[in-house]
């Protein structure tokens, strides 16, 4: 299985990592058929506070079909993180998982890009809950069901809150791909 995590500029490094922790731990202590391949817009990709990330691939280069899920970390707006996550490339690449039935994570402010694409409307879903609430408050504007819980899953779909949540966003595709059995095992493994 393979799992293609993109990377938008300004994505957050702690949004980012964890999916490649998690899925380590799977694929190493416990023989989970799991890989992460990366992606971006360039070869290297600039996070939220400064960290260059060199990708796997390109974005234009990616065939949804050659992968089971998709994972997108959330950014910093100030950064210029929907510069990429709203580009058509992105939304047309979230469309086509969706259209496959692929499981797709996103973490915080990455629903927007999945909202923006058009895969949310009616559907439920979460993104970054703190400020008053502002940014679900957004996301309800695109016709999504916002739900204001830390995690939502809605058929193929993850959304959550906010940086905190990573750890579990990362643990429920594990679940999505494999079974509940081998994420409990991973979970209790990395002390979760």
């Known amino acids: 299985m393979k799992i293609l995590l993109l990377c938008a500029k300004a994505f957050e490094t702690m949004e980012f990592s964890v999916f490649v922790d998690v899925m380590g731990w799977a694929h190493d202590d416990f023989q989970c058929d799991i890989e992460v391949e990366t992606c971006g817009f360039n070869k290297i990709v600039t996070s939220t506070f ?38 058509e490339k992105t939304l047309k690449l979230i469309r086509d998982f969706d259209s496959l039935n692929k499981p797709i994570a996103t973490v915080c402010v990455a629903a927007f890009s999945l909202a923006k694409s058009g895969v949310l409307k009616g559907r439920n879903a979460t993104t970054y809950h703190l400020r008053g609430g502002y940014k679900q408050k957004e996301l309800a ?52």
């Open 50 to 87: 400064g960290i260059p990330i060199t990708v796997d691939r390109l974005i234009d280069d990616i065939r949804p079909e050659e992968y089971d899920a998709l994972a997108i970390p959330g950014g910093f707006e100030e950064y210029g993180f929907y510069d990429e996550a709203y580009d």
């Open 141 to 192: 504007k695109f016709g999504v069901n916002v739900i204001n819980e830390p995690i939502v899953v809605d058929r193929n779909i993850i959304t959550s809150y906010c940086p905190q949540t990573v750890p579990d966003v990362a643990f429920r595709l594990l679940e999505m791909l494999t079974s509940e059995e081998k994420m409990k095992l991973v979970k209790e493994a990395m002390g979760y």
